[in-house]
């Protein structure tokens, strides 16, 4: 695997890169509505459907607010379980916007519309992680906030519903904090699936989604015509 070095300002330990992944890669879009989130009509099965033709490997349903309100996606988990891995996140809302949260069941948490910082100490406190999503989109992104929150895992960096420069803002902030950042389709129809997703270079799994997030490497990607881009987390460099 070819890979070229991106340079970076400030200390730490990321490693920004670009390379392209193999034919073998796992490709997931992280970022996903349906019907049940209640802001639009997708049925859930169209949007499973849509991916498995775009030859997506995962797709990761981030609901908003609540993590029970995915609960019906479990017989279509079951019946697609040979064609493709199908996740339940959230995408939660705090006082100050929106993160998308993976690996934990964000009703236990008692953080509804908390401050973010207590919603990333007691998601990590449980197992899962935080990724801040279109942190530059007006009204429900963090904005600047990201540059001053430990413990996040990744910055969204790939929007499907973002403008192009809103994700390069994102982009841009993540390699300042050393950090990776990952692409989802912010669908809410089924056509809109995998327009920006993630690759991994390794099958991905409910188990391992949590690790993989935290320590890389991956790939965002943007396939839309008036905003494609690649960029590559290498992980931690030891």
């Known amino acids: 695997m ?23 890669s796992f490709r997931i879009d992280l970022h996903v509505h349906s019907l049940l989130s209640g802001d639009n009509l997708a049925d859930p099965e169209e949007c499973i459907v849509r991916a498995v033709e775009l030859g997506l490997q995962g797709l990761a349903f981030t609901e908003h607010y609540s993590y029970a309100v995915s609960e019906p996606l479990e017989p279509l ?69 990201i540059m001053t929150l430990p413990g996040i895992a990744a910055i969204e960096g790939y929007n499907g519903c973002n403008h192009h420069a809103f994700n390069q803002r994102a982009i841009q902030a ?27 270079p390794e099958r991905v799994t409910a188990e391992n989604l949590v690790s993989l997030l935290r320590t890389g490497p991956y790939e965002a990607v943007d396939k839309r015509k008036k905003s494609r881009g690649l960029h590559f987390w290498a992980g931690p460099q030891t």
């Open 2 to 24: 070819t890979r070229a070095s991106v340079p970076l300002t400030g200390g730490g330990g990321w490693s920004m890169i670009r390379t392209p992944m193999s034919a073998a």
């Open 77 to 145: 988990i079951e019946r697609y379980r040979d064609k493709i891995l199908i996740l339940r996140a959230v995408e939660f809302s705090v006082a100050e916007g929106h993160c998308l949260v993976f690996g934990v069941d964000t009703d236990r948490l008692c953080v509804q519309y908390a401050p973010v910082e207590a919603l990333i100490r007691e998601v990590n406190r449980a197992g899962g992680v935080v990724i801040p999503s279109h942190p530059y989109r007006g009204g429900s992104g963090l904005g600047d906030r």
């Open 174 to 200: 993540a390699q300042r904090l050393h950090l990776p950042f990952t692409g989802g389709s912010d669908a809410h129809k089924p056509e809109e699936v995998g327009s920006c997703h993630t690759v991994f």
